[in-house]
């Protein structure tokens, strides 16, 4: 009974699927190749596509499936993986069924055009052609969040959708025992002085960045038979299904690091999404379980390991080879303390690991402040930089490397930037139980393998998709919740080290 049940809602899993899926495939061809002039179109046949796939997921015999199959599943074990699929889907369905599909297709088509403008605005620094789209979109997601009635904070829905599970309230929370650690060392960094990051800064010619990105993250185990890698303004990954996970990324001649960590970067959120079951795909558990435990694979595969003194005792002599003229004069030890300086700077893609959270928390708080109404968008621009005076020490000379550096706001992405200091606390989490189970890692990073990391981590994170909320896979994982010491400890020693804390 229950089999013929759950390959109905699978067929229907995988319909709703098939759209998500060519959405997202115009969305990456409209942030790689699509010419400008495609915008109002484009955004259209988004709107189109998102509200199509909206009516298909909750059309009220999705629902009815769930109900039967949950009644019939329900004394399964959680770890079961139809238990799972009935589990989660019933969650987005719930979710989903509150929202309007039109509400939905006007904030797609609303935000395509936003991230338009953007492109053409950022390099114009005209942050007021933007206010009057930016106004209309928190208008439409505080309507968004009041589908959902008894909220304590009214950014708490969209949270939810990112990171399920956390709330202002105990986002505000971690943040706060995280700040109170982290200010201290920054002042400590400072008080030294910044280390020389001019090697970085000389002419890197783009196409021997874009081949020696590529050599690092075929090793480190990303496959191009299911993926490949384009340029763009933002750099992003996206799936389109479990053989076609796509990156992005772009090079700055004059910026060594900006090119190859934003390609460490994505290529971790895609090992991450390629190593998901296959069983899983074109359903709710066939993709990464929050943004969160993304970026947790991100910053684990850029910075833990990629900016770590083994990796490079094993790749600098190579890149040595690839430019001569700019590191032969440099050593290892100089080109390590480059890719760390630590210092406030105005970029939070640029920024070094112990300030990077600083930027995450002045975005954190601005969008709760939109969305509460306490900021109003006019203001954006000015509190922004108050907001670098005070916290990190720097202002911008103008919005340029202020409000509009982000695509986020400007793409429809709310509820979305604790992720990334939630994802710093927990890849230190995840690194530290694969280091227990596996202590021979660093060495093999030293050596150019990173196979034994990348199967403790398929096994213990990427295999299950969604199955397990962000705490279930954190607890299986690495024995405990969510908490700032390993990453703490991860900065005290690294940077320790480096500036003599
Ligand atoms: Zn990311």
Known sequence: ??????????????????????????????????????????????????????????????????????????????????????????????????????????????????????????????????????????????????????????????????????????????FSELRAELVPIVKAIIEQGSADDSPLHQIYPETDQEAFGVEIIKAYGYDFERGRQDRTHHPFMTRFSGNDVRITTRFRENALDDGLFSTLHEAGHALYEQGIDPKFDGTPLG???????????????????????????????????????????VSLEEFYRAINVAKPSLIRVDADEVTYNLHVMIRFDLELGLMEGSLEVKDLPEIWHSRYASDLGVTAPDDRDGVLQDVHWYTGIFGYFQGYTLGNLMSAQFYDAALRAHPAIPAEIAEGKFDTLRSWLTENIYRHGSKFTTDELLRRATGEGLGIQAWINYIRGKYGEMYKL
């Open 287 to 329: 993709g990464g379980t929050s943004t969160g435990v993304h970026e947790s694979q991100s910053r684990l595969w850029e910075n833990i390991v990629g900016r770590s003194h083994g990796f490079w005792s094993q790749y600098y002599p190579q890149l040595q080879v690839m430019f001569p003229e700019q590191l032969n004069t």
């Open 1 to 174: 009974m229950s089999d013929s049940l759950l390959n109905e809602l699978k067929n229907r899993l995988h319909e709703v699927a098939d759209l998500a899926q060519a959405g997202s495939v115009l969305n990456w061809d409209m942030a790689t190749y699509m010419p400008p002039k495609g915008a109002p179109q484009r955004g259209r046949a988004l709107a189109t596509l998102s509200k199509l796939h909206h009516e298909k997921f909750t059309d009220p015999a999705v629902g009815h499936l769930l109900d039967q199959l949950e009644a019939q599943l329900g004394d399964r074990p959680d770890d079961d993986d139809d238990a799972a699929l009935v589990r989660v889907t019933l969650r987005e369905y719930n979710r989903a069924v509150k929202v309007p599909a039109s509400l939905v297709g006007e904030i797609s088509e609303l935000t395509s055009t936003l991230y338009d403008a953007w492109t053409r605005a950022r390099p114009a620094n005209d942050f007021a052609s933007l206010m009057p789209m930016l106004e209309r979109e928190i208008d439409l997601y505080r309507q968004m969040a009041n589908c959902f009635p008894g909220y304590r904070h009214i950014s708490d829905p969209l949270i939810d959708f990112s990171d399920y599970g956390m709330s202002a309230e105990s986002i505000r929370s971690i």
